[in-house]
């Protein structure tokens, strides 16, 4: 009922909650966040299935919020970095993993430099052959007259493969990247008296196989996959099993989830925005640009949180100390100030690539060059073969207000 009142758009401002899932899996959010933008940019709320919580709608409060780690914790002791904690003790059955996606500094900066190496522009040189290949191969194997899953077929293969070459994981058991990813990410499931146990085990199973892969590892000669990088640096060679741990699901879903979901994202535009592609396809320069435009207009990763660490004031708001503050990048990334028509998918946005969906910061995506590489390869590929894909019947989307992405997607590769 209280979901039925909200996508009428008419509730009481004090009783808007953007967490509610239901709004996702109908991607129904828009006109909310519209109204926050406009009428309550620090919005409290005071009871929601995550507990009290502050959403921060407009683009510069989310970056002065970024800008400000000090006051504005990323840390796992005071819940992390999505809506769903309050701090290690308070989540049932949630044993703490710190990850430094969810540490302040000094710890941060100094795990963050550890695999940063990874991510270098002559590490992306390095890659982008065998990602281009293994694109240009399965774009080849897909089917030309029938339709198929586009998530399964295309995002989950390309960005899965893309990992499991980042660890050199075992190719055959790559899917178990996904498997752990899509546990990982759920905040739901994590609330859920049954599926919470079952994706605590989930992560338990992703532990005990990397920390296998860890022993492997530390007994080889240094290596270039991020696994070795962790094992021989000073920064992390004495992370605890735990340290280890969140940092490898840090990477998995960092990097799974967001890719993959800007990969559907792709197929949503070339339908509904199929002549913005048409642009793309007759200057091929545009691509970079409509691969940003295209992260902003997916933001596949919805929010992030931080915690004040002290009282403060944002946005006009005296905000209390321990206060969960949730930064809606998919509503800065919205916002009218910098992107008029922001709802739209447009190929040539002069200034797409100053989205939010990488955040900004101290925090900001380390992977977003691998993620750029992938999105801008893909795209060459498809239009090298004068292919885009066309949505065919209604996506099943995501229950989620953190990871905003498909579940399942039929598409058919039509000629452009
Ligand atoms: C379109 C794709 C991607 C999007 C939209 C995305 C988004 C994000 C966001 C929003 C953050 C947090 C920023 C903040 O708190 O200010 C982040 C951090 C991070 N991402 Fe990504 N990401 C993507 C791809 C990747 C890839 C491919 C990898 C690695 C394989 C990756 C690894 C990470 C890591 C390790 C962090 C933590 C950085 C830190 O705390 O210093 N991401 N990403």
Same mark, same amino acid.
């Given at each position: 009922?209280?979901?039925?009142?909200?996508?009428?758009?008419?509730?009481?401002?004090?009783?808007?909650?953007?967490?509610?899932?239901?709004?996702?899996?109908?991607?129904?959010?828009a006109?909310?966040f519209a109204?926050?933008r406009?009428?309550?940019? $620090?919005?409290?709320?005071?009871?929601?299935?995550?507990?009290?919580?502050?959403?921060?709608t407009r683009y510069?409060?989310?970056?002065?919020?970024?800008?400000?780690?000090?006051?504005?914790?990323?840390?796992?002791?005071?819940?992390?970095? =999505?809506?769903?904690?309050?701090?290690?003790?308070?989540?049932?059955?949630?044993?703490?993993?710190?990850?430094?996606?969810?540490?302040?500094?000094?710890?941060?900066?100094?795990?963050?430099?550890? $695999?940063?190496?990874?991510?270098?522009?002559?590490?992306?040189?390095?890659?982008?052959?065998?990602?281009?290949?293994?694109?240009?191969?399965?774009?080849?194997?897909?089917?030309?007259?029938?339709?198929?899953?586009?998530?399964?077929?295309?995002?989950?293969?390309? =960005?899965?493969?893309?990992?499991?070459?980042?660890?050199?994981?075992?190719?055959?058991?790559?899917?178990?990247?996904?498997?752990?990813?899509?546990?990982?990410?759920?905040?739901?499931?994590?609330?859920?008296? !049954?599926? /919470?146990?079952?994706?605590?085990?989930?992560?338990?199973?992703?532990?005990?196989?990397? #920390?296998? &892969?860890?022993?492997?590892?530390?007994?080889?000669?240094?290596?270039?996959?991020?696994?070795?990088?962790?094992?021989?640096?000073?920064?992390?060679?004495?992370?605890?099993?735990?340290?280890? &741990? /969140?940092?490898?699901?840090?990477?998995?879903?960092?990097?799974?989830?967001?890719?993959?979901?800007?990969?559907?994202?792709?197929? #949503? =535009?070339?339908?509904?925005?199929?002549?913005?592609?048409?642009?793309?396809?007759?200057?091929?320069?545009?691509?970079?640009?409509?691969?940003?435009e295209?992260?902003r207009w997916?933001t596949?990763?919805?929010?992030?949180?931080?915690?004040?660490?002290?009282?403060? !004031?944002?946005?006009?708001?005296?905000?209390?100390?321990?206060?969960?503050?949730? #930064?809606?990048y998919m509503s800065g990334n919205r916002d009218e100030e910098l992107f008029p028509d922001g709802e739209r998918f447009i190929?040539?946005r002069?200034n797409a690539?100053r989205h939010l969906?990488? /955040?900004?910061?101290?925090?900001?995506?380390?992977?977003?060059?691998?993620?750029?590489?992938?999105? /801008?390869?893909?795209?060459?590929?498809?239009?090298?073969?004068?292919?885009?894909?066309? !949505?065919?019947?209604?996506?099943?989307?995501?229950?989620?207000?953190? $990871?905003?992405?498909?579940?399942?997607?039929? $598409?058919?590769?039509?000629?452009?």
């Amino acid at each position: 009922m209280a979901t039925a009142i909200k996508l009428q758009g008419d509730v009481p401002l004090d009783r808007i909650d953007v967490t509610d899932a239901t709004l996702w899996q109908q991607e129904a959010f828009a006109p909310l966040f519209a109204r926050l933008r406009a009428e309550d940019p $620090v919005h409290f709320c005071p009871e929601s299935p995550f507990g009290p919580y502050w959403s921060v709608t407009r683009y510069r409060d989310i970056v002065e919020v970024e800008s400000l780690p000090d006051i504005y914790s990323s840390s796992w002791e005071y819940g992390g970095i =999505t809506v769903l904690g309050d701090g290690p003790t308070l989540v049932e059955g949630e044993d703490p993993m710190p990850m430094f996606i969810a540490m302040d500094r000094p710890q941060h900066t100094a795990q963050r430099r550890t $695999v940063a190496p990874a991510f270098t522009p002559s590490e992306m040189e390095r890659l982008s052959g065998s990602i281009r290949a293994r694109t240009s191969a399965l774009l080849d194997e897909l089917p030309r007259d029938a339709a198929f899953d586009w998530v399964d077929r295309v995002s989950i293969e390309l =960005t899965t493969g893309m990992l499991a070459m980042l660890f050199d994981f075992p190719w055959e058991d790559r899917r178990k990247l996904t498997t752990w990813s899509d546990w990982m990410g759920d905040i739901e499931a994590a609330r859920d008296p !049954v599926l /919470g146990p079952k994706r605590m085990e989930a992560i338990w199973e992703a532990g005990g196989y990397f #920390m296998k &892969l860890w022993q492997e590892r530390q007994a080889a000669a240094p290596a270039p996959d991020l696994i070795s990088m962790m094992i021989h640096s000073d920064a992390t060679k004495d992370m605890t099993p735990q340290e280890y &741990l /969140g940092n490898l699901i840090l990477l998995i879903v960092g990097g799974n989830d967001t890719t993959r979901n800007t990969m559907s994202g792709l197929a #949503m =535009t070339a339908t509904d925005y199929r002549d913005e592609w048409l642009k793309v396809a007759a200057d091929r320069s545009l691509i970079p640009t409509a691969a940003q435009e295209l992260i902003r207009w997916q933001t596949p990763l919805a929010h992030m949180r931080r915690t004040t660490k002290v009282d403060t !004031v944002l946005g006009g708001k005296a905000i209390p100390a321990r206060s969960k503050i949730v #930064m809606w990048y998919m509503s800065g990334n919205r916002d009218e100030e910098l992107f008029p028509d922001g709802e739209r998918f447009i190929a040539d946005r002069p200034n797409a690539r100053r989205h939010l969906a990488f /955040g900004y910061g101290i925090h900001r995506c380390v992977g977003a060059r691998l993620a750029e590489l992938q999105l /801008g390869i893909l795209i060459e590929e498809l239009l090298d073969r004068q292919l885009l894909p066309t !949505v065919v019947e209604a996506p099943t989307r995501v229950a989620s207000s953190f $990871v905003h992405g498909y579940r399942r997607m039929m $598409v058919e590769l039509r000629p452009i």
